[in-house]
């Protein structure tokens, strides 16, 4: 039985712990520290304790964008999961013709958010917007529809605007599920005369378990960093319903030099996101790793 401390593993280890020690640790403990400070990030500070957490909560910007950020977080799971695991399931076939078909599905992968963002802003952008010239050469809409000026669909047109950007990612993972799943699981129910539908519900879905809650990770936590997209399309407009926490915070800090409380948001979307990993992993029993193929 090998004592005493293992070099090889602690030499393996160290670049990761330097990684993770310089790009979160160091910059977590430095938020924590300015969210103590009443700093313009140019002049002088002042050391003013919990005073900017508190009037962060007091002014009621904090607790609407928290509001808005669960909801572009539930809409992008709504808008992305569902097609995400039926397009990768398609794309898992063996027909030639799909794989065309992914080069397709995976172009938005190739552009950066912010191309992303000024394309869709002038294709919605009301009056001679191409959304607004085809429904209104089918008798559509009046063509001045303003998708990104309208305070009560504003969100979730932006939602839809992510979901276009990051199903491709999504589906991705889900054809390299669907591919691990061995066909002797097909040919069974095939002998049993199931039908795709029920091939589909009682073997791909289920088989596809941890895929599911991979991408569910990556989505609800992703949904906490949204910031380009929605700077380009609406800089968090009209008025603040688009201003989730990264579009706050970023106000907070640089638009209202107000380093503080730019912390405060900063470290509040890093608890969140720790947070919200964890209790997936917790209640989907992720961590237990047990195998889906028992028995197979």
Do not use: C
Not at 45 to 71: C, K, M, P, R, Y
Not at 261 to 285: M, P, Y
């Amino acid at each position: 039985m090998q004592t005493g401390l293992n070099w090889k593993r602690v030499l393996m280890m160290l670049p990761a712990v330097l990684f993770f020690a310089f790009f979160a640790l160091i910059p977590l403990v430095t938020a924590v520290y300015y969210s103590g400070l009443s700093w313009n990030g140019i002049g002088p500070s002042q050391w003013v304790g919990v005073q900017n957490w508190t009037s962060v909560f007091q002014d009621g910007t904090a607790g609407h964008a928290i509001l808005l950020t669960v909801e572009i977080m539930v809409l992008s799971w709504i808008f992305q999961t569902p097609l995400s695991l039926l397009i990768g399931v398609f794309l898992a076939g063996e027909q030639k013709h799909r794989a065309v078909f992914g080069v397709f599905y995976f172009v938005p992968l190739l552009f950066s958010a912010v191309a992303i963002g000024v394309t869709w802003e002038n294709i919605l952008m009301p009056g001679y917007g191409l959304l607004d010239s085809l429904l209104q050469s089918v008798g559509i809409g009046s063509g001045e529809e303003n998708w990104l000026g309208n305070s009560r669909i504003a969100l979730v047109v932006l939602a839809m605007l992510i979901a276009w950007q990051f199903i491709p990612f999504h589906s991705l993972l889900y054809q390299g599920g669907a591919k691990q799943i061995p066909d002797s699981l097909y040919e069974a129910a095939k002998i049993d005369g199931a039908n795709p539908w029920t091939t589909f519900f009682s073997i791909t879905l289920p088989q596809l378990k941890y895929t599911i809650i991979t991408s569910s990770i990556l989505i609800l936590t992703g949904s906490l960093t949204y910031f380009d997209l929605i700077y380009v399309t609406t800089e968090g407009g009209p008025g603040n319903s688009t201003t989730i926490l990264p579009m706050d915070m970023y106000k907070e800090a640089f638009l209202d030099q107000s380093i503080g409380r730019g912390s405060v948001l900063a470290i509040i979307l890093a608890v969140a996101g720790v947070v919200l990993s964890l209790v997936i992993l917790r209640f989907s029993r992720f961590t237990q790793m047990e195998s889906q193929l028992e028995g197979v």
